[in-house]
């Protein structure tokens, strides 16, 4: 078990490091307009991976809670429109998060009596409900979004340099990645699997299920609320319309694509899109009206439905599938999530896959 | 614990993949694009002296204003191709060949589509402005859209924006960045004449308002309640319903029965939906009775229910039935451009207003000789003093850099098988403040703001010049 | 997993008294202004209808198959673009170039044949589409609820985008037939109402609510559906050809969101985003009223309509006018129902 912390950490050292090197390989443009994206977006799509691959919960109710994060954080900071409270970025950061988490408690108490399917469009429902009180209440959402929002010292202008923006997303996603890992190895990550799996045999032991949900929403919800306030970091303004239904399914695709299961899915699913999103445009060849370079949605929708029939684990369960085929391993074994509990995802194609069956990765 | 290594090992080694497939595709995509990296965000020098100045156009090609879209685009080719450009395409969104303006090749580097939404035009605005490395931008086309606009062009200060024909008052009198330029009245400015209208020749004195829950409307009848109530009318009641919202019937009952008119600021095509079922609850639509913003003479929405608002007074910033020299010499430039079908549409705000923004760039730039070096600085302070003389009239830019311009109080009419708006009335040289009804410290237009209060009257209650038909 | 009786009796008293709050409140402005009051209680019946023709065809699918068909939003609009261009391409001439043709609209005659050709095509072709859909991406992977979802979700998002392409981006209205008329007398006050919302958006939800109840409860297939949705395994072991009768209802399904597009887009309107507003308002129908329950569905969409319309106009305590919030309060109710009965008033559990 040492072993494979030590290479986890080592894993992600690595990763970092070599992230770290982007503004001096790539263009100004890459680093803010695509890896720093990538970082944030893949952080909201954490959110939901860690509750969908650790606790078997699929929700679309992250964006609503990043929504949360996004608008007190650019209510308290001095900015254009909204309430404009002009605190220190710093603590406007702190006071954000911890409102996203409270909200999310609360959706997570409501929520969490309902399972699967109910519980996705429960979950929808939230991020509406969000969506359309942030509409409504123009003071907090300013007459066109709230704009020129102030950003902590230590970003700076990312307009005019996006350096620091990137490497503080960096190290956001890397805590995140680092604690999420660390969290699911504790008794309550533990607990939270064991649920996930089988939650009539965990209430019988005792647990209480509905609590610990409940927490596990929380979780998500702080990791979602990182997202929002970095999101307002990267745009300089939010406004309703950040937090519409369109975004909670870009977030959902990106963590489909990226890989349900997969914490790393998170990431690579967000650069995946952001590359998509940007050089679409420009390679897309035009075939009547159905293809051509505005049709991005067409471009993302196509590749989502296709990982959803093809590989149910993603773009990193696609690699993990080759590279087990390539070694000459028989029949293709699991491939864990994690150290101690192994999650059953099978290559797609041949059999139905339980991943994605109502309720969580096993049945 | 083998595999537990082998699989860490498998996605770091996808990570660097996916970095890598993403660096060549930079590398790739980027080529003729990229700036010297990790270097500071300022211009490369060679090209501002000698190569295209990169324009960016941005309108709207979704939601309520998508029919005008070539239009918008028409608005910022013709003035090119009226100086020698040559049209790429049938449609103005082809772009355009051999575009000059002072003295440097103009490149057209995309027409941006937004639908709406201050969110889609920000990302808009930043893939033209930061991807396609746009040096100014003509745009955008709506309420919301031009206040994030202009807060984006207050962090950007070394580019130039030209709105296209976004209406929000805040856009310049709060936002107030010095890149920022608006060559036409806001959407308060051309309701001016109306609140004149209604009180004295309709004489109501108790209005209700109705129009869609964003910056627009907000500030288009703004002006309507500024000028009605300074002179001593009323208003009691006001109406909002959300913005995409197409089923009216609730908000039509809320229309009280005992108000002396209403004044409806719907825009786009919700209003050929709010007209059809208002029609349904209300019956037949008395012109003495409701009174319209600058939307209804607009062709689209004429040749929609022309027939049922027939009689219906309107105010609107320009005069489709104006003879004079200029007037003709712009819908003939137009036609001869783009066919009839577009020109039929050069009465619009749409296409008048990118029309005349571009106008007072082209004559900035000569002005400069294509200068914009040093964070265009040169091309600002020119633009700040440009005058343009519009079609319908004279346009100068006060000292928030927004139009100063005349506005018409028009009636609809049938003529020759088609309906059209007949203009009344010519009200002189409307200004943004309306006589100090608002100032940068008074609250925004919105749902409840400006307060009905009689106040100073505007200068130009009072001196509405009539305008005999066809001259 | 009972929380005992008090647990169960205080949110229903709340339920209760807060019903009893609103009913007072209506009442007051009825006798306020009793012909608004009748519109608006018209606006929002004939809205309720729209929603449950809608509706219907999602819980069905729900009910039998357990298919959350997140396409179901893009079947409604995609019917409706389907008959506005057969009937804009078919029934009256196509304006050559840009399409800036500027002869008035309003001068335009539509027959009846105008209106109800397009429909009955468009309900084909939707119920194709439908058809497809299933037997290609659903078929094969029964079972899995989640991934379905999320096919379907795909579905929808490649579907608006699609639409998008080709019908375009600006709002487009069906003509009902000139020959109707624009709206009926109602004899309270002088007020009037539209005919079509009134006679045909209304009277088609009723017909079609009655045809459903009698296929479902009187009809063998009916029973088969009725069978499936209890014990979709035993009705298969007794030898009946299940995927036969879930082709059935998914057509019927779908054909059912269509027909709602093509009234929905004459009585409203047809533009981007009404598939994911259609979508929404049948989830929310069909989570109120309880999955798999036509009841249910008609209960729901009076509870979604009602509220939506005495909102939008009786939101109002003195000065205060918070009748934008009306939105809030339909997911206030939707999220005060599943306090109370979590699998919706008449639903019942997998």
Same mark, same amino acid.
């Given at each position: 078990?040492?072993?494979?912390?030590?290479?986890?950490?080592?894993?992600?050292?690595?990763?970092?490091?070599?992230?770290?090197?982007?503004?001096?390989?790539?263009?100004?443009?890459?680093?803010?307009?695509?890896?720093?994206?990538?970082?944030?977006?893949?952080?909201?799509?954490?959110?939901?991976?860690?509750?969908?691959?650790?606790?078997?919960?699929?929700?679309?109710?992250?964006?609503?809670?990043?929504?949360?994060?996004?608008?007190?954080?650019?209510?308290?900071?001095?900015?254009?429109?909204?309430?404009?409270?002009?605190?220190?970025?710093?603590?406007?950061?702190?006071?954000?998060?911890?409102?996203?988490?409270?909200?999310?408690?609360?959706?997570?108490?409501?929520?969490?009596?309902?399972?699967?399917?109910?519980?996705?469009?429960?979950?929808?429902?939230?991020?509406?409900?969000?969506?359309?009180?942030?509409?409504?209440?123009?003071?907090?959402?300013?007459?066109?979004?709230?704009?020129?929002?102030?950003?902590?010292?230590?970003?700076?202008?990312?307009?005019?340099?996006?350096?620091?923006?990137?490497?503080?997303?960096?190290?956001?996603?890397?805590?995140?990645?680092?604690?999420?890992?660390?969290?699911?190895?504790?008794?309550?990550?533990?607990?939270?699997?064991?649920?996930?799996?089988?939650?009539?045999?965990?209430?019988?032991?005792?647990?209480?299920? &509905? !609590?610990?949900?409940?927490?596990?929403?929380?979780? $998500? #919800? +702080? =990791?979602? %609320?990182?997202?929002?306030?970095? *999101?307002?970091?990267?745009?300089?303004?939010?406004?309703?319309?950040?937090?519409?239904?369109?975004?909670?399914?870009?977030?959902?695709?990106?963590?489909?694509?990226? &890989? !349900?299961?997969?914490?790393?899915?998170?990431?690579? $699913? #967000? +650069? =995946?899109? %952001?590359?998509?999103?940007?050089? *679409?445009?420009?390679?897309?060849?035009?075939?009547?009206?159905?293809?051509?370079?505005?049709?991005?949605?067409?471009?993302?929708?196509?590749?989502?439905?296709?990982?959803? !029939?093809?590989?149910?684990?993603?773009?990193?369960?696609?690699?993990?599938?080759?590279?087990?085929?390539?070694?000459?391993?028989?029949?293709?074994?699991?491939?864990?999530?994690?150290?101690?509990?192994?999650?059953?995802?099978?290559?797609?194609?041949?059999?139905?896959?339980?991943?994605?069956?109502?309720?969580?990765?096993?049945? | 614990?083998?595999?537990?290594?082998?699989?860490?090992?498998?996605?770091?080694?996808?990570?660097?993949?996916?970095?890598?497939?993403?660096?060549?595709?930079?590398?790739?995509?980027?080529?003729?694009?990229?700036?010297?990296?990790?270097?500071?965000?300022?211009?490369?020098?060679?090209?501002?002296?000698?190569?295209?100045?990169?324009?960016?156009?941005?309108?709207?090609?979704?939601?309520?204003?998508?029919?005008?879209?070539?239009?918008?685009?028409?608005?910022?080719?013709?003035?090119?191709?009226?100086?020698?450009?040559?049209?790429?395409?049938?449609?103005?969104?082809?772009?355009?060949?051999?575009?000059?303006?002072?003295?440097?090749?103009?490149?057209?580097?995309?027409?941006?589509?937004?639908?709406?939404?201050?969110?889609?035009?920000?990302?808009?605005?930043?893939?033209?402005?930061?991807?396609?490395?746009?040096?100014?931008?003509?745009?955008?086309?709506?309420?919301?859209?031009?206040?994030?606009?202009?807060?984006?062009?207050?962090?950007?200060?070394?580019?130039?924006?030209?709105?296209?024909?976004?209406?929000?008052?805040?856009?310049?009198?709060?936002?107030?960045?010095?890149?920022?330029?608006?060559?036409?009245?806001?959407?308060?400015?051309?309701?001016?004449?109306?609140?004149?209208?209604?009180?004295?020749?309709?004489?109501?004195?108790?209005?209700?308002?109705?129009?869609?829950?964003?910056?627009?409307?907000?500030?288009?009848?703004?002006?309507?309640?500024?000028?009605?109530?300074?002179?001593?009318?009323?208003?009691?009641?006001?109406?909002?319903?959300?913005?995409?919202?197409?089923?009216?019937?609730?908000?039509?009952?809320?229309?009280?029965?005992?108000?002396?008119?209403?004044?409806?600021?719907?825009?786009?095509?919700?209003?050929?939906?709010?007209?059809?079922?208002?029609?349904?609850?209300?019956?037949?639509?008395?012109?003495?009775?409701?009174?319209?913003?600058?939307?209804?003479?607009?062709?689209?929405?004429?040749?929609?229910?022309?027939?049922?608002?027939?009689?219906?007074?309107?105010?609107?910033?320009?005069?489709?039935?104006?003879?004079?020299?200029?007037?003709?010499?712009?819908?003939?430039?137009?036609?001869?451009?783009?066919?009839?079908?577009?020109?039929?549409?050069?009465?619009?705000?749409?296409?008048?207003?990118?029309?005349?923004?571009?106008?007072?760039?082209?004559?900035?730039?000569?002005?400069?000789?294509?200068?914009?070096?040093?964070?265009?600085?040169?091309?600002?302070?020119?633009?700040?003093?440009?005058?343009?003389?519009?079609?319908?009239?004279?346009?100068?830019?006060?000292?928030?850099?927004?139009?100063?311009?005349?506005?018409?109080?028009?009636?609809?009419?049938?003529?020759?098988?088609?309906?059209?708006?007949?203009?009344?009335?010519?009200?002189?040289?409307?200004?943004?403040?309306?006589?100090?009804?608002?100032?940068?410290?008074?609250?925004?237009?919105?749902?409840?703001?400006?307060?009905?209060?009689?106040?100073?009257?505007?200068?130009?209650?009072?001196?509405?010049?009539?305008?005999?038909?066809?001259? | 997993?009972?929380?005992?009786?008090?647990?169960?009796?205080?949110?229903?008293?709340?339920?209760?008294?807060?019903?009893?709050?609103?009913?007072?409140?209506?009442?007051?402005?009825?006798?306020?202004?009793?012909?608004?009051?009748?519109?608006?209680?018209?606006?929002?019946?004939?809205?309720?209808?729209?929603?449950?023709?809608?509706?219907?065809?999602?819980?069905?699918?729900?009910?039998?198959?357990?298919?959350?068909?997140?396409?179901?939003?893009?079947?409604?609009?995609?019917?409706?673009?389907?008959?506005?261009?057969?009937?804009?391409?078919?029934?009256?001439?196509?304006?050559?170039?840009?399409?800036?043709?500027?002869?008035?609209?309003?001068?335009?005659?539509?027959?009846?044949?105008?209106?109800?050709?397009?429909?009955?095509?468009?309900?084909?072709?939707?119920a194709v589409v439908g058809l497809l859909l299933q037997q290609l991406l659903l078929r094969w992977n029964q079972g899995q609820d989640l991934r379905q979802a999320l096919i379907t979700i795909a579905v929808s998002v490649i579907a608006a985008d699609q639409m998008l392409a080709h019908f375009g981006g600006v709002t487009q209205e069906i003509q009902p037939p000139s020959g109707w008329p624009t709206s009926v007398n109602l004899g309270v006050e002088g007020t009037r109402f539209g005919f079509f919302r009134l006679v045909v958006v209304l009277g088609a939800a009723i017909v079609i609510g009655l045809l459903l109840y009698v296929v479902i409860r009187r009809t063998k297939f009916g029973m088969i559906v009725r069978a499936g949705v209890d014990d979709r395994q035993m009705v298969s072991a007794l030898g009946i050809n299940v995927q036969l009768v879930f082709a059935g209802a998914f057509?019927?399904?779908?054909?059912?969101?269509?027909?709602?597009?093509?009234?929905?887009?004459?009585?409203?309107?047809?533009?981007?985003?009404?598939?994911?507003?259609?979508?929404?308002?049948?989830?929310?129908?069909?989570?109120?009223?309880?999955?798999?329950?036509?009841?249910?569905?008609?209960?729901?969409?009076?509870?979604?309509?009602?509220?939506?319309?005495?909102?939008?106009?009786?939101?109002?305590?003195?000065?205060?006018?918070?009748?934008?919030?009306?939105?809030?309060?339909?997911?206030?109710?939707?999220?005060?129902?599943?306090?109370?009965?979590?699998?919706?008033?008449?639903?019942?559990?997998?």
């Amino acid at each position: 078990m040492t072993d494979t912390r030590r290479t986890t950490w080592i894993g992600t050292g690595v990763a970092v490091a070599l992230l770290a090197l982007a503004p001096l390989i790539f263009t100004e443009y890459f680093v803010s307009v695509i890896l720093t994206q990538a970082l944030w977006l893949g952080v909201a799509a954490a959110s939901l991976i860690f509750l969908s691959g650790y606790a078997g919960m699929v929700s679309l109710g992250q964006v609503g809670i990043y929504g949360v994060a996004g608008f007190v954080f650019a209510n308290l900071v001095a900015a254009d429109g909204g309430l404009d409270v002009a605190l220190s970025p710093y603590l406007a950061v702190v006071l954000a998060v911890a409102a996203a988490v409270l909200v999310g408690l609360v959706f997570g108490a409501v929520a969490c009596r309902s399972e699967g399917i109910y519980f996705l469009m429960i979950t929808l429902a939230f991020s509406v409900i969000i969506y359309y009180f942030f509409s409504q209440v123009t003071q907090l959402s300013g007459f066109g979004g709230v704009n020129s929002v102030e950003l902590p010292g230590l970003i700076g202008d990312p307009g005019a340099d996006p350096v620091p923006l990137f490497y503080v997303s960096l190290a956001a996603s890397a805590l995140i990645y680092a604690g999420i890992r660390y969290l699911v190895r504790t008794p309550f990550g533990l607990t939270l699997q064991g649920i996930r799996d089988e939650p009539a045999r965990m209430r019988a032991l005792g647990y209480n299920v &509905g !609590l610990h949900k409940t927490l596990a929403f929380g979780v $998500g #919800a +702080l =990791v979602a %609320g990182v997202a929002g306030v970095l *999101s307002v970091f990267y745009n300089q303004r939010i406004s309703p319309g950040s937090v519409n239904i369109s975004q909670a399914i870009d977030v959902l695709v990106v963590a489909v694509v990226g &890989g !349900l299961y997969r914490l790393e899915g998170a990431w690579i $699913g #967000a +650069l =995946v899109f %952001g590359l998509i999103d940007n050089y *679409s445009r420009e390679y897309t060849p035009e075939i009547g009206t159905v293809l051509g370079p505005d049709r991005f949605n067409t471009l993302i929708g196509i590749v989502f439905l296709l990982i959803v !029939l093809l590989s149910p684990g993603g773009l990193v369960g696609i690699w993990e599938q080759l590279r087990a085929r390539s070694r000459g391993v028989g029949r293709t074994r699991m491939a864990g999530l994690d150290a101690d509990v192994t999650v059953g995802d099978t290559p797609a194609a041949t059999a139905p896959a339980p991943a994605l069956k109502e309720g969580g990765p096993r049945r | 614990m083998e595999k537990e290594k082998g699989s860490r090992r498998f996605w770091v080694l996808l990570v660097v993949l996916m970095l890598a497939l993403g660096a060549v595709v930079a590398g790739c995509g980027g080529d003729d694009e990229e700036q010297s990296s990790g270097g500071g965000s300022g211009q490369d020098t060679s090209q501002e002296a000698t190569g295209p100045i990169r324009l960016a156009v941005l309108s709207d090609c979704e939601g309520a204003f998508a029919p005008f879209f070539e239009a918008d685009n028409a608005g910022v080719n013709v003035p090119f191709i009226n100086r020698g450009a040559k049209a790429a395409g049938a449609k103005p969104s082809d772009g355009l060949t051999g575009a000059k303006a002072g003295g440097r090749d103009i490149e057209v580097v995309g027409y941006g589509c937004s639908d709406d939404t201050a969110d889609k035009a920000i990302e808009e605005t930043r893939r033209l402005m930061e991807q396609e490395k746009a040096d100014i931008m003509v745009g955008p086309l709506s309420g919301d859209e031009g206040i994030a606009v202009a807060n984006y062009a207050k962090d950007h200060p070394e580019k130039t924006f030209i709105n296209g024909t976004s209406g929000a008052q805040d856009a310049t009198l709060k936002v107030n960045t010095p890149n920022f330029f608006r060559f036409h009245g806001d959407g308060a400015q051309w309701a001016a004449g109306l609140g004149d209208y209604a009180y004295n020749e309709l004489g109501w004195r108790t209005a209700a308002i109705i129009g869609d829950d964003y910056s627009f409307p907000y500030t288009s009848l703004a002006g309507f309640v500024a000028e009605f109530c300074a002179i001593g009318g009323k208003v009691t009641k006001r109406i909002w319903p959300a913005l995409g919202e197409k089923d009216y019937s609730s908000f039509i009952s809320q229309i009280p029965r005992d108000v002396d008119g209403l004044m409806v600021g719907i825009g786009g095509t919700g209003l050929v939906s709010f007209i059809k079922q208002y029609r349904q609850q209300r019956g037949d639509i008395d012109p003495q009775k409701i009174i319209g913003n600058n939307f209804w003479p607009d062709p689209v929405i004429l040749k929609e229910i022309g027939s049922q608002i027939n009689g219906a007074y309107t105010a609107q910033p320009t005069a489709p039935d104006a003879t004079t020299p200029e007037a003709t010499e712009y819908v003939a430039n137009i036609e001869k451009a783009y066919g009839k079908e577009v020109a039929g549409l050069a009465p619009s705000v749409f296409l008048y207003n990118y029309y005349n923004g571009t106008e007072a760039l082209i004559k900035a730039l000569d002005q400069v000789k294509g200068d914009i070096s040093g964070g265009q600085k040169a091309l600002q302070a020119a633009l700040a003093k440009t005058s343009v003389q519009g079609a319908y009239g004279n346009i100068t830019l006060d000292d928030t850099r927004n139009g100063v311009a005349d506005n018409f109080v028009a009636k609809i009419v049938r003529k020759g098988g088609a309906y059209t708006a007949e203009t009344v009335s010519r009200i002189p040289t409307v200004e943004q403040t309306f006589a100090g009804f608002f100032t940068p410290e008074t609250p925004a237009p919105d749902r409840s703001n400006p307060k009905c209060e009689k106040g100073e009257t505007p200068p130009w209650v009072g001196k509405a010049e009539e305008v005999t038909p066809g001259s | 997993m009972g929380r005992g009786q008090l647990g169960d009796w205080a949110p229903r008293a709340a339920l209760v008294a807060v019903g009893v709050i609103v009913v007072g409140w209506l009442a007051i402005k009825a006798a306020d202004d009793i012909g608004t009051f009748v519109t608006v209680t018209l606006n929002g019946v004939t809205l309720a209808a729209l929603f449950f023709v809608v509706a219907s065809g999602f819980t069905l699918i729900f009910g039998l198959m357990r298919v959350v068909n997140m396409a179901h939003g893009s079947f409604y609009l995609l019917g409706g673009w389907i008959a506005f261009t057969i009937q804009d391409k078919a029934f009256r001439e196509q304006p050559e170039g840009l399409g800036f043709d500027l002869t008035p609209d309003s001068d335009l005659q539509f027959s009846l044949a105008g209106w109800v050709v397009p429909l009955i095509l468009a309900c084909l072709a939707i119920a194709v589409v439908g058809l497809l859909l299933q037997q290609l991406l659903l078929r094969w992977n029964q079972g899995q609820d989640l991934r379905q979802a999320l096919i379907t979700i795909a579905v929808s998002v490649i579907a608006a985008d699609q639409m998008l392409a080709h019908f375009g981006g600006v709002t487009q209205e069906i003509q009902p037939p000139s020959g109707w008329p624009t709206s009926v007398n109602l004899g309270v006050e002088g007020t009037r109402f539209g005919f079509f919302r009134l006679v045909v958006v209304l009277g088609a939800a009723i017909v079609i609510g009655l045809l459903l109840y009698v296929v479902i409860r009187r009809t063998k297939f009916g029973m088969i559906v009725r069978a499936g949705v209890d014990d979709r395994q035993m009705v298969s072991a007794l030898g009946i050809n299940v995927q036969l009768v879930f082709a059935g209802a998914f057509i019927i399904g779908a054909l059912l969101a269509g027909f709602g597009g093509v009234l929905g887009g004459t009585m409203i309107a047809l533009q981007p985003g009404e598939d994911t507003a259609f979508l929404l308002n049948s989830l929310i129908v069909v989570i109120i009223g309880g999955m798999g329950s036509l009841g249910g569905a008609a209960i729901g969409a009076l509870a979604l309509g009602l509220v939506d319309a005495y909102g939008d106009v009786y939101l109002q305590f003195g000065s205060q006018d918070l009748t934008n919030y009306s939105i809030l309060l339909t997911f206030a109710l939707l999220v005060a129902v599943l306090a109370v009965r979590p699998l919706g008033l008449f639903g019942r559990p997998a």
